[in-house]
């Protein structure tokens, strides 16, 4: 396959304003941005660009999706777009690498689609995604303590039971933050019952992905209308307060992401690039 293929990014409704904001934005392999209309011409549009064939054929993007540099390229290049999108209209953000073997098998799947989509729409109008994550933070270094005690803040204890005196003080002290965390959880949950559209309870992130100090123990995404969002944010920060051991990180706002579902299945459609 030496033709380009058509990446897409999301699908929308076109508003004012929205060509001249894409005219500055580069997608992914640096490629210009387009929309392409539903085949029946109607009013949904998918934000799309040609990217290199060979770069996305099934083979060939399983050793990409290895490849954390071209990886990280991609993801930027797609948010990229997808923010730029969001700043003008809604937006229904497409998984990370949806590719179709042109511009017309756009079209036949947006016609397709349309009612699903046109509800999704109506649902995350006037809405967008915050993440909350909760943190149990680092405790303090059990040996360390266990040789303060040593020289006398222990009572006089040998510098063994002074040891495991501390390490017992460092496991209650950790179960407390978690005892706490859960509370935290629990509180946030109610908050967004009350004022989000949506939740979603997304993995906890580890390794890598865990660049913060802390362990996450709760990763999470609520949809929330745009009038919500500055009263959501106070309330769940303010749910850390008091609570020792705990960090409350609230991100946002993004396009919903954690709120959409590829068109159609959850699996590849039969028109899209092999």
Same mark, same amino acid.
Do not use: C
């Given at each position: 396959?030496?033709?380009?293929?058509? $990446?897409?990014?999301?699908?929308?409704?076109?508003? #004012?304003?929205?060509?001249?904001?894409?005219?500055?934005?580069? +997608?992914?392999?640096?490629?210009?941005? @387009?929309l392409?209309?539903?085949?029946?011409? +109607?009013? !949904?549009?998918a934000?799309?660009?040609s990217?290199?064939?060979?770069?996305?054929?099934?083979?060939?993007?399983? @050793? *990409?999706?290895?490849?954390?540099?071209?990886?990280?390229?991609?993801?930027?290049? *797609?948010?990229?777009?997808?923010?730029a %999108?969001?700043?003008?209209?809604?937006?229904?953000p497409?998984?990370?690498?949806?590719?179709? !073997?042109?511009?017309?098998?756009?079209?036949?799947?947006?016609?397709?689609?349309?009612? +699903?989509?046109?509800?999704?729409?109506r649902?995350?109008?006037? *809405?967008?995604?915050?993440?909350?994550?909760? $943190?149990? #933070?680092?405790?303090?270094?059990?040996?360390?303590?266990?040789?303060?005690?040593?020289?006398?803040?222990d009572?006089?204890?040998?510098?063994?039971?002074?040891?495991?005196?501390?390490?017992?003080? =460092?496991?209650?002290?950790?179960? #407390?933050?978690?005892?706490?965390?859960? =509370?935290?959880? #629990?509180?946030?949950?109610?908050?967004?019952?009350?004022?989000?559209?949506?939740?979603? @309870?997304?993995?906890?992130?580890?390794?890598?992905?865990a660049?913060?100090?802390?362990?996450?123990?709760?990763?999470?995404?609520? %949809?929330?209308?745009?009038?919500?969002?500055?009263?959501?944010?106070?309330?769940? !920060?303010?749910?850390? =307060?008091?609570?020792?051991?705990?960090?409350?990180?609230?991100?946002?706002?993004?396009?919903p992401?954690?709120?959409?579902?590829?068109?159609?299945?959850?699996?590849?459609a039969?028109?899209?690039?092999?």
């Amino acid at each position: 396959m030496t033709e380009p293929v058509t $990446y897409a990014y999301a699908v929308l409704r076109t508003a #004012e304003g929205l060509a001249e904001a894409l005219g500055d934005v580069k +997608g992914v392999a640096g490629a210009s941005v @387009r929309l392409v209309r539903e085949e029946s011409g +109607g009013e !949904l549009n998918a934000a799309v660009s040609s990217v290199p064939a060979q770069d996305f054929q099934e083979s060939a993007l399983r @050793r *990409h999706l290895e490849d954390l540099d071209w990886l990280e390229a991609v993801a930027r290049a *797609h948010h990229a777009v997808i923010e730029a %999108l969001a700043a003008h209209t809604t937006v229904l953000p497409l998984r990370l690498a949806t590719v179709y !073997l042109d511009d017309k098998r756009v079209g036949t799947m947006l016609r397709e689609e349309t009612d +699903g989509l046109s509800r999704a729409l109506r649902r995350l109008a006037g *809405h967008l995604e915050w993440g909350v994550k909760i $943190y149990v #933070e680092p405790q303090p270094d059990a040996q360390a303590t266990g040789e303060a005690g040593a020289v006398g803040t222990d009572g006089g204890l040998s510098p063994g039971r002074a040891y495991l005196r501390a390490r017992r003080s =460092q496991r209650h002290s950790r179960d #407390e933050a978690y005892r706490a965390a859960r =509370q935290a959880a #629990e509180r946030v949950e109610a908050i967004g019952h009350t004022m989000a559209a949506g939740h979603v @309870r997304h993995r906890v992130q580890q390794g890598e992905l865990a660049a913060d100090a802390g362990e996450n123990v709760v990763n999470d995404a609520y %949809l929330l209308s745009r009038d919500a969002a500055a009263g959501f944010r106070t309330r769940v !920060l303010e749910v850390a =307060q008091g609570l020792s051991g705990v960090r409350i990180d609230v991100t946002g706002p993004w396009a919903p992401y954690s709120f959409v579902a590829p068109p159609g299945t959850q699996t590849s459609a039969t028109d899209r690039a092999p």
